[in-house]
């Protein structure tokens, strides 16, 4: 013999009635404990505030972790850190090994100034030995690092790299599109890797979907040549230096 069900036991809720609070969420919150993040989210950002203040324009150099010295992309970097060095600008990265490391060497053997926004990681991420000593930064929070490439950079040049590189790619265009941050160049370097992709966001994205407009590409460059990316990097920031926000 079947029991019947008590009154409210998987009956769909009627129509107009007010379903009581859901108490499963706050049990799972530590309202206190968010209190404090807050203030370490503060934290991080007055430091990087702070000790970004006097460092005039500058240009941030994405790309793989995996890539190792003596590679075309390493070179790359490298090359590319020690021309931005040679044209005043200091070079930003996210402070780790492969492309980070090799634009980060460049700009210090040209003599310029090497910043790192490193990252705290499960699988712990190390700085790289070519960060100007009282210029490594070490964010917990991913979005407060976000906010400190943003905030600083002149030009994003994005080398190839997995989803960490995408993702910093796709936010600084979202700000631009949407008028949240000053129009500046983001420039993919390395064709043999970001021609499709270039391509997908030309074709697909725009002439066929419409998802976005013409001059949402105006300021996306696809670019090999270092000294072209210079050239590129030059003619926007011709009228001189400002923070994007």
């Known amino acids: 013999m079947q029991h019947s069900q008590s009154s409210s036991e998987g009956k769909e809720p009627v129509p107009g009635t007010v379903r009581p609070p859901e108490t499963r969420y706050s049990r799972q ?5 968010d ?4 203030f370490k ?3 991080e950002f007055v ?3 702070e000790k970004m203040a006097d460092t005039g324009p500058a240009v941030t150099v994405f790309g793989s972790t995996r890539v190792r010295p003596g590679s075309e992309e390493y070179a790359a970097a490298e ?3 020690r021309l931005l060095a040679a044209n005043g600008f200091s070079v930003i990265t996210g402070g780790g090994p492969g492309v980070m490391e090799a634009a980060n060497k460049g700009a210090q053997e040209a ?3 090497s910043i790192g926004f490193n990252i705290e990681l499960p ?3 190390c700085s790289n030995p070519y960060i100007d000593r009282d210029r490594l930064f070490t964010f917990q929070y991913f979005f407060v690092r976000k906010v400190m490439f943003l905030k600083y950079s002149q030009a994003f040049v994005v080398l190839p790299g997995g989803f960490g590189t995408m993702d910093e790619f796709s936010e600084a265009v979202t700000l631009i599109q949407t008028q949240k941050s000053r129009r500046f160049p983001v420039i993919l370097s390395g064709s043999d890797y970001w021609e499709k992709f270039y391509r997908w966001m030309q074709d ?3 002439a066929e979907r419409n998802y976005i407009s013409p001059e949402d590409l105006e300021f996306v460059f696809l670019e090999d040549d270092p000294e072209r990316v210079m050239g590129v990097i030059r003619d926007f920031s011709a009228g001189g230096f400002t923070l994007n926000f």
């Open 41 to 43: 989210i503060m934290a």
């Open 204 to 206: 697909a994205m725009h």
């Open 123 to 125: 699988n712990q991420q």
């Open 111 to 113: 003599g310029g100034v």
């Open 35 to 38: 209190g404090w993040r807050v």
């Open 79 to 81: 090359e590319i850190g």
């Open 29 to 33: 919150t530590d309202f206190a404990g």
């Open 47 to 49: 430091n990087g505030f």
